[in-house]
Nanobody, 126 residues
């Protein structure tokens, strides 16, 4: 059964750091593309980071570039999102999603991502 499960969310102060995990099962990362998305209250879901294994491409939204880093551990079949210098506006539910074809480039076109996690809440507040 194909599944992705996020974890690692929580409450953090502005300027702090947090690392989210996206544990994959039922497929291997080297045959996929993984996207990280987030949805803040009252706002549309937005893509913020992605990687595609077939060409090792990585991309970040301007809103997180320079602060967030996506990485992977193939041995654990897990993708991470390291979030530094967090701001209040980073408060959102964060989702990871998997595209098992992994050939469409590193982007956040949501229909390509067939498998979604349940989301993990990140709250940035003092």
């Amino acid at each position: 059964q194909v599944q992705v499960v996020e974890s690692g969310g929580g409450l953090v102060q502005p300027g702090g750091s947090l690392t989210l995990s996206c544990a994959a099962s039922g497929f291997t990362l080297d045959e996929s593309a993984i996207g990280w998305f987030r949805q803040a209250p009252g706002k549309e879901r937005e893509g913020i980071a992605c990687f595609q294994s077939s060409d090792d491409s990585i991309n970040y939204a301007d809103s997180v570039k320079g602060r967030f880093t996506i990485s992977r551990d193939d041995a654990k079949n897990t993708v991470y999102l390291q979030m530094n210098s967090l701001k209040r506006e980073d408060t959102a539910v964060y989702y990871c999603a998997a595209d098992l074809k992994g050939i469409f480039g590193c982007n956040w076109y949501e229909p390509r991502y067939r498998y979604w996690g349940q989301g993990t809440q990140v709250t940035v507040s003092s």
